[in-house]
């Protein structure tokens, strides 16, 4: 009988320990769908806002507000992990994704993401950092790329995960993005595609020592068959252009084919920015 007592009070000390846990790290119970808002950003340039450019003062500010409202910052393959059926998601999950590979990025955004211990996806343009490789033209804030050295870094901090945004396919012409050529057909489109991204693979895995598993879409543009290509190479995640905030559930992967992005354009201050998009 004292036996049984004790294993029911071992019991409800369990269950009471258990709690104190779960208010401790508020982590996302299973079958929970998880709201993921992932805000864009480009250009982080002191004196200089625009639809892709925010001063580092905002982007502080940013991260201020959220961490002063419960967001813990995540990488996109927290996201694969939670979507596979594994790993945990916070409470108040964000994502801070940055597009092209902006020297400034790493002059002005890295410094900040150190003092808050913030995380981010940073998706580089393969031909525009060995431009600036090679050139040695790389470091002024208001144009310049990043470096295979400066990536190299920010990878290695711990607070940049890195996404592939092909290696000179964010144009304009001869196609849209990664967009099909009129009237290309099926294996030149899959030759071109495959190309162009596995040449941006090489340079990140030699000089950089990675891998990158995360592809962001050239002006948001995606196509089935392009889908299709990426996911044969290993991508297992895409991210778009598309407005809105992420419902994730735990163990459901289809929301990885279009993750949406909201634009943090640098005309809005931070409260106004989180206002609009209901971010509190
Ligand atoms: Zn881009």
């Known amino acids: ?9 071992l019991f409800i000390f369990c269950l009471s320990g258990s709690k104190i846990v779960c208010q401790d790290f508020c982590f996302a119970e299973a079958d929970e ?23 580092p003062d905002m982007l502080e500010e940013d991260i201020k507000f959220l961490q002063k409202h419960g967001y813990q910052s995540i990488f996109v393959k927290d996201i694969i992990s939670f979507c596979e059926g594994d790993g945990t998601l916070p409470d108040k999950p964000v994502l801070l994704s940055f597009d092209d590979g902006h020297y400034n990025n790493y002059h002005y955004a890295y ?21 600036s490789t090679s050139s040695g033209d790389s470091d002024h804030p208001e144009y310049s790329y990043l470096t295979w050295d400066e990536i190299k870094t920010l990878h290695e901090s711990g607070l940049f ?15 849209f993005g990664i967009s099909k050529k009129k009237g290309e057909d099926e ?8 190309a162009d991204i596995k040449k941006l693979e090489d340079y990140l895995s030699t000089k950089c020592g990675i891998t990158a598993e995360v592809f962001a879409y050239p002006f948001g543009e995606y196509n089935d068959d392009g889908e299709k290509i990426l996911r044969q190479m290993g991508y297992k995640a895409f991210l778009t252009c598309n407005e809105g905030i992420n419902n994730v559930k735990k163990g459901d992967s289809k929301v990885l084919s279009h993750l949406k992005r909201i634009n943090r354009t640098g005309k809005l201050s931070s409260k106004e920015f989180f206002e609009k998009y209901g971010i509190d």
């Open 1 to 9: 009988m004292k036996r049984f007592i004790f294993i029911i009070i």
């Open 33 to 55: 769908v998880v709201s993921i808002p992932i805000l864009m950003y480009h250009s982080v340039l002191p004196g200089k806002t625009g639809n892709y450019s925010v001063t």
């Open 111 to 131: 410094p900040i993401l150190k003092k808050y211990n913030f995380k981010a996806n940073l998706n580089v343009i393969g031909a525009f950092s060995q431009f």
């Open 161 to 175: 995960e890195i996404g592939n945004h092909t290696y000179k396919m964010h144009d304009y012409s001869p196609r």
């Open 187 to 194: 294996e030149s489109y899959k030759n071109a595609l495959s």
